[in-house]
């Protein structure tokens, strides 16, 4: 089975602007999770979308959105950016069930100057 | 709110000696525990998980719930445990958001 697929795998941005990152899970998984990674909050978790509806939401600023549709492909959306959401953002997928092991893409690296 | 706490960033050690790395955590209930490990230009992968009770590479971690921890050892480390690792911690039914220490990196010298 190919595994997570996320892209882009680097952006550059500015201050002000949106972005939109995708993540294409393992086939037949249903859950995508989404985290920030940053040196100095290290892993931190944004939301998870279980059968194209939001299942959980970590404390991120509404500028931080999400969807999945219904071949449980997720796309994260980030809008106004600021300095500090210069991060990699890791997306993981599992089965859903719960309980159950994720799996990790590479991330996407976002810069933004 | 739950918390997990890895006191040490890193950890050097000889090949061949044992390796422990710290994870405590704080939660009131009855949390599901998991190390999770990066390997150099890898990604994040799971360990282990409490659940499973098992060895995976030569790694084990027991849950103490006296003393909220989760501590991951090897009595014999190999060069390939080179890696960061991360403990985590999820709620039960609450999908598959997890709280993640701040990790620790490990480098097993020759």
């Known amino acids: 089975k190919a595994g997570v697929t996320q892209t882009p795998r680097y952006l550059i941005k500015t201050r002000g602007q949106q972005v939109t990152l995708s993540c294409s899970p393992i086939?037949?998984?249903?859950?995508v999770s989404w985290y920030q990674q940053t040196p100095g909050q290290g892993l931190q978790f944004l939301f998870e979308?279980?059968?194209?509806?939001?299942?959980n939401k970590g404390n991120f600023p509404g500028r931080f959105s999400g969807r999945q549709f219904s071949n449980s492909r997720s796309e994260m959306n980030v809008s106004t950016l600021e300095l500090g959401d210069s991060a990699l953002y890791l997306c993981?997928?599992?089965?859903?069930?719960?309980?159950?092991?994720?799996?990790f893409g590479s991330g996407t690296q976002l810069s933004v100057l | 709110a739950q918390r997990v706490t890895q006191p040490e960033k890193l950890l050097s050690v000889f090949k061949g000696a044992p390796v422990e790395l710290k994870c405590n955590y704080s939660?009131?209930?009855?949390?599901?525990l998991f190390w999770y490990v990066q390997y150099s230009r890898q990604r994040l992968q799971l360990l282990l998980r409490?659940?499973s009770r098992e060895s995976i590479k030569g790694f084990t971690a027991d849950l103490n719930k006296g003393e909220t921890s989760f501590h991951l050892k090897k009595p014999f480390a190999q060069e390939e445990d080179s890696a960061m690792y991360y403990c985590?911690?999820?709620?039960?039914?609450?999908?598959?958001?997890?709280?993640f220490g701040g990790g620790t990196r490990v480098l097993v010298k020759p």
């Open positions: 993981a997928s599992s089965a859903g069930t719960g309980g159950e092991k994720l799996f």
């Open positions: 086939s037949g998984h249903r859950s």
């Open positions: 979308y279980f059968s194209e509806t939001q299942r």
């Open positions: 939660y009131s209930g009855s949390p599901e």
């Open positions: 409490h659940i």
């Open positions: 985590a911690l999820k709620v039960r039914a609450a999908g598959n958001k997890l709280t």
